[in-house]
């Protein structure tokens, strides 16, 4: 029995059928933006498919894991390789899970920042949305700027793998090249939202085919006879501690240093949430996806690149030819053209997190901006007219980003010392509102109101959360570690101090002249009596039906 054809008219009505869901899931969470004390601003463009590719992006997976593979393995050994990436990767699901439980109750672009303002009393939302709304922005500036000089690098890197170790990489070549990619990450960042959704919905499978790729290729080209035995990739036969001076535990610990690079810049998601159809449902579910994906598929590559990584010692003294220790044993299985043909899509991976990057960081500026918290009087916080995107945001993330690449033309030193602070100012922005949420979680005036994506407030829900801001904690102090001895100059860690200076910064600016302009996360909707402040958790009087998790 054949199935009848359908018409013409069926088909134009079925497809205005689907457009009116769309259009109603969008007039729903635009809805709720105005409920925040939003007037909507973007255009949700954003698919699942889309959000989930944007949120593995973010983290960048393989190219991530090729710019950070030296560290672990040169200080710690192989096992501390294999190791480390598993236990940061499983702590950093508690983090990821407690963010997206956040970002699901509150899907502003504003993200955690404004969330963090929400969980406290009314006279401490100011001063708590200033902190970390200044931890974030830094934070995700320096991400975008250390891995657009990491994709630099690793660009010249091939270069000089491709011309036989005769190729010099001077600091003027990096920068050249670090600025250029940063005007072209602009430029495309000024596209609509439309088509930022449709170019961003490819980068997840460039990501994991890139991965998938390098896992095979490299298991295919290694013979049996030259893989490593299970002692030296999970076993004592494969730590070795050349830090210098650091006993054995903390020569090991620093093997979390390239997990913890890797998986931050969780609720780049929940910023672009305004341009996200379902924001509440999808952001924090692509969190979630891309946090448990990155950690899995990222401990597979892991434990192929030590398996597959040939005599250590050989290793250490060739990896100089391109100075990438990862480049390295892709040549040293796949061969010099093979292994640089791969090396194409690793590096637009890499591409790929500087442009979700630079557009999560330009939604925080705005909304940051939008909120009164920087003395711009809302320059940088106005929409295109043109592409209804935060052009001005975007060119200002850029510019600032510029500057500390230009450190590496007077001292790399200074370099690494800025971009240090990364991911130690990101993770504690995290921390602030989980934290405030169960401190406050009674307080007559937070009134937190669960989000689709809710743990519960039983065992679970406390374990994520007790657990991700003990392990944050605890991982700080291993950033601030200098992993090296005996400390010098060139050494020295410097993570600590900036970002420990940059706080201090924020409150006395707050103190000076911060507080004047700034009290907290502003309504900038005409038609409310207030708009000093986005009562959010007390506007809303009935409690939305929540997913238990």
């Not at 190791?83 to 899970?97: P, Y």
């Not at 955690?112 to 969980?119: G, K, P, V």
């Not at 998938?212 to 035995?229: D, G, K, N």
Request: with cysteine.
């Amino acid at each position: 029995m054949s199935t009848p054809t359908p018409t013409i008219q069926e088909k134009k009505e079925a497809q205005a059928d689907a457009r009116s869901v769309g259009t109603a899931s969008s007039l729903d969470d635009d809805k709720k933006l105005l409920e925040f004390g939003y007037v909507p601003s973007f255009k949700r463009e954003f698919s699942n498919v889309a959000t989930i590719s944007f949120a593995f992006s973010i983290m960048g997976l393989c190219s991530s894991i090729a710019t950070t593979f030296n560290t672990p393995l040169t200080l710690g050994g192989p096992a501390s390789v294999t190791w480390c990436w598993i236990l940061g990767a499983s702590m950093c699901f508690t983090l990821g899970a407690s963010i997206a439980e956040i970002v699901s109750a509150f899907p502003t672009c504003g993200g955690l920042y404004t969330a963090s303002a929400q969980l406290v009393p009314r006279n401490q939302r100011a001063i708590v949305g200033w902190v970390v709304g200044w931890l974030n922005i830094l934070g995700q500036i320096l991400g975008f700027s250390s891995t657009e000089f990491g994709l630099s690098n690793m660009i010249w890197a091939a270069v000089k793998v491709g011309k036989n170790g005769d190729f010099d990489i001077t600091p003027g070549k990096s920068v050249g090249l670090f600025a250029g990619l940063l005007v072209v990450h602009g430029i495309l960042n000024c596209l609509a939202t439309r088509q930022l959704a449709r170019l961003t919905s490819g980068f997840v499978f460039v990501n994991l085919g890139a991965t998938f790729i390098i896992i095979i290729v490299l298991l295919a080209t290694t013979p049996r006879s030259e893989m490593h035995p299970a002692s030296y990739v999970f076993g004592s036969a494969g730590f070795i501690n050349q830090t210098g001076g650091w006993n054995n535990g903390i020569a090991f610990l620093f093997g979390l240093l390239s997990v913890q690079w890797t998986m931050t810049d969780y609720d780049a998601t929940a910023h672009i949430s305004e341009e996200v159809k379902r924001a509440a449902y999808a952001a924090p579910s692509a969190i979630f996806i891309a946090v448990i994906g990155t950690g899995l598929i990222g401990w597979v590559l892991n434990i192929v690149m030590v398996l597959c990584s040939g005599p250590f010692d050989a290793l250490s003294e060739v990896a100089y030819v391109s100075d990438n220790a990862f480049l390295h044993i892709m040549v040293l299985r796949m061969g010099k053209p093979a292994a640089l043909v791969v090396w194409v899509p690793v590096c637009f991976t890499a591409f790929f997190v500087c442009q979700t990057a630079l557009q999560a960081a330009s939604r925080t500026v705005y909304a940051f901006s939008r909120d009164k918290g920087l003395p711009d009087r809302g320059f940088f916080g106005y929409i295109s007219t043109w592409s209804q995107t935060p052009v001005r945001s975007v060119w200002i993330v850029v510019f600032i980003g510029v500057l500390p690449g230009l450190l590496d033309l007077a001292s790399p030193i200074a370099l690494n010392a800025i971009f240090a602070m990364t991911a130690m100012a990101l993770d504690l922005s995290y921390i602030i509102p989980i934290w405030c949420r169960r401190w406050y979680r009674n307080h007559p005036e937070v009134k937190f109101v669960p989000g689709p994506f809710y743990m519960g407030d039983g065992i679970v829900g406390w374990a994520a959360n007790v657990i991700c801001i003990a392990w944050t904690c605890f991982v700080c102090v291993i950033f601030a570690l200098p992993t090296v001895l005996p400390v010098t100059a060139e050494t020295m860690n410097y993570a600590a101090p900036i970002t420990g200076g940059v706080i201090l910064l924020s409150l006395v600016w707050y103190a000076v002249g911060g507080r004047k302009h700034y009290t907290g996360p502003q309504s900038n909707r005409t038609d409310l009596d207030t708009a000093k402040d986005v009562l959010v958790a007390g506007a809303r009087s009935e409690k939305p039906q929540s997913v238990a998790v």
